[in-house]
């Protein structure tokens, strides 16, 4: 039997990520977000949500891009700060020691010992109630070579990707592969 929990933001996995942005002055800042997803396959979109109150929220909306830098296991010190520290007081670059890079195809920084960065372009804004969801053209995906498989696509076992458990508040690594999509429900579907 299950028990209800009520209607509360409780779902698995959501991600760490980085959304980073440059503010009105052009210092780099960054932020961590779980609240955020693929959207659109066509034209490529990624969705971040932001509280209105966060420093990073003005920062999109004044230069209507972001990117998303997708730490590694190792990097979880990292982005546990992201999202602990505000722009508004802190260079979180200067602090962590990392470094942002400047994208050539959107007006945002990325962060260069990362092993994944996906560059957006603001195409829609949507406000939902304490979240604004900024919707993002892809403009381009970078990974790290040593985190691509031979066929030349990132490789979840190579980034390693962390996740977030938010009523618990904790990091979680990525498990063990289980089996190729698209093969193991044919059985079922072939019925």
Known sequence: MKKSLGAQTLIFPT????VATYDKNGKANAMAAAWGGVCCSEPPCLAVSLRKATYSYGCIMERKAYTVNVPSENQAREADYFGMASGRNVDKFAATGLTAVKSDLVDAPYI??????????VIHTFEIGLHTQFIGEIMDVKVDEGALNEKGIPDIAKVKPIIYATKMQTYFAIGRQLERAYSIGKEIKDK
């Open 112 to 121: 260069a010992e990362f092993p994944m960065i996906v560059e957006c372009r």
């Open 15 to 18: 991600p760490v990520w980085i």
